[in-house]
Protein backbone atom coordinates (compact mmCIF):
# COMPACT_ATOMS: atom_id res chain seq x y z
CA UNK A 1 0.00 0.00 0.00
CA UNK A 2 1.60 3.68 -1.02
CA UNK A 3 0.97 6.25 1.63
CA UNK A 4 1.81 9.88 0.91
CA UNK A 5 2.76 12.15 4.25
CA UNK A 6 3.27 15.63 3.22
CA UNK A 7 4.10 16.38 7.49
CA UNK A 8 7.70 14.52 8.09
CA UNK A 9 10.90 16.47 7.31
CA UNK A 10 12.43 14.29 4.43
CA UNK A 11 12.59 14.60 1.10
CA UNK A 12 10.39 11.70 0.38
CA UNK A 13 6.95 11.81 0.62
CA UNK A 14 5.23 8.41 -0.32
CA UNK A 15 6.41 5.35 1.23
CA UNK A 16 5.26 1.87 0.69
CA UNK A 17 3.81 0.32 3.74
CA UNK A 18 3.09 -3.79 3.93
CA UNK A 19 -0.29 -4.45 5.28
CA UNK A 20 1.86 -7.50 6.97
CA UNK A 21 0.64 -9.36 10.78
CA UNK A 22 3.68 -7.61 12.09
CA UNK A 23 2.63 -4.05 10.66
CA UNK A 24 -0.95 -4.49 11.92
CA UNK A 25 -0.17 -5.58 15.02
CA UNK A 26 2.50 -2.53 15.65
CA UNK A 27 -1.07 -0.53 14.57
CA UNK A 28 -2.89 -2.01 17.07
CA UNK A 29 -0.46 -1.43 19.70
CA UNK A 30 -0.56 2.02 18.76
CA UNK A 31 -4.23 2.54 18.86
CA UNK A 32 -3.93 0.92 22.24
CA UNK A 33 -1.59 3.75 23.44
CA UNK A 34 -3.72 6.12 21.80
CA UNK A 35 -7.09 4.73 23.87
CA UNK A 36 -5.35 4.50 27.20
CA UNK A 37 -5.02 8.47 26.29
CA UNK A 38 -8.69 8.60 26.73
CA UNK A 39 -9.19 8.14 30.32
CA UNK A 40 -6.87 11.18 32.29
CA UNK A 41 -9.20 12.46 34.71
CA UNK A 42 -8.28 10.00 37.93
CA UNK A 43 -4.49 10.31 36.92
CA UNK A 44 -2.17 11.92 39.11
CA UNK A 45 0.19 14.85 37.55
CA UNK A 46 2.99 12.54 37.34
CA UNK A 47 1.10 9.76 35.66
CA UNK A 48 -0.20 12.33 32.99
CA UNK A 49 3.49 13.19 32.23
CA UNK A 50 4.10 9.25 32.15
CA UNK A 51 1.11 8.52 29.64
CA UNK A 52 2.39 11.51 27.39
CA UNK A 53 5.62 10.50 26.93
CA UNK A 54 5.03 7.01 26.32
CA UNK A 55 2.33 8.18 23.46
CA UNK A 56 5.57 10.28 22.14
CA UNK A 57 7.85 7.07 22.16
CA UNK A 58 5.29 4.80 20.89
CA UNK A 59 4.37 7.24 18.19
CA UNK A 60 8.17 7.67 16.86
CA UNK A 61 8.63 4.10 17.02
CA UNK A 62 5.91 3.12 15.02
CA UNK A 63 5.82 5.92 12.57
CA UNK A 64 10.28 5.09 12.53
CA UNK A 65 10.08 1.48 12.14
CA UNK A 66 6.63 1.37 9.56
CA UNK A 67 8.69 3.80 6.91
CA UNK A 68 11.79 2.18 7.82
CA UNK A 69 13.48 5.16 8.68
CA UNK A 70 17.34 5.48 9.65
CA UNK A 71 18.16 6.82 13.12
CA UNK A 72 18.67 10.52 11.85
CA UNK A 73 15.44 10.51 10.44
CA UNK A 74 14.39 8.95 13.52
CA UNK A 75 15.90 11.73 15.64
CA UNK A 76 14.14 14.48 12.74
CA UNK A 77 10.68 12.82 14.19
CA UNK A 78 11.32 14.86 17.36
CA UNK A 79 11.25 18.00 15.35
CA UNK A 80 7.81 17.71 14.24
CA UNK A 81 4.70 19.30 16.20
CA UNK A 82 3.16 16.64 19.20
CA UNK A 83 0.29 17.42 16.42
CA UNK A 84 2.31 16.87 13.36
CA UNK A 85 3.80 13.55 14.70
CA UNK A 86 0.47 12.16 15.76
CA UNK A 87 -1.53 13.00 13.25
CA UNK A 88 1.39 11.18 11.09
CA UNK A 89 0.96 8.07 13.50
CA UNK A 90 -2.93 8.16 13.06
CA UNK A 91 -2.83 8.59 9.31
CA UNK A 92 -0.22 5.54 8.63
CA UNK A 93 -2.83 3.70 11.11
CA UNK A 94 -5.86 4.11 9.65
CA UNK A 95 -4.54 4.10 6.18
CA UNK A 96 -3.71 0.55 7.21
CA UNK A 97 -6.77 -0.38 8.79
CA UNK A 98 -8.31 0.36 5.29
CA UNK A 99 -10.17 3.40 6.25
CA UNK A 100 -10.19 6.06 2.75
CA UNK A 101 -8.07 8.88 2.32
CA UNK A 102 -11.31 10.96 2.15
CA UNK A 103 -12.35 9.64 5.64
CA UNK A 104 -8.54 10.40 7.04
CA UNK A 105 -8.68 13.91 5.62
CA UNK A 106 -12.19 14.46 7.35
CA UNK A 107 -11.44 13.39 10.67
CA UNK A 108 -8.10 15.57 10.68
CA UNK A 109 -10.71 18.75 10.01
CA UNK A 110 -12.57 18.10 13.25
CA UNK A 111 -9.66 18.06 15.35
Same mark, same amino acid.
Given at each position: ?????? @???? @?? /???????????????????????????? *?? @????????????????????????? /???? @???? *?? *???????????????????????????????? /??
Amino acid at each position: MKITLE @KLPF @KK /KTYDIKQSVKNMRKTYKLQLVFSQNGDM *EN @KTDEELVEQMLDTFDEAINYVSSLL /KLND @KQTD *EL *EDLSQDELLDTANKIAMSLMGIKEEDIKEDNK /KK
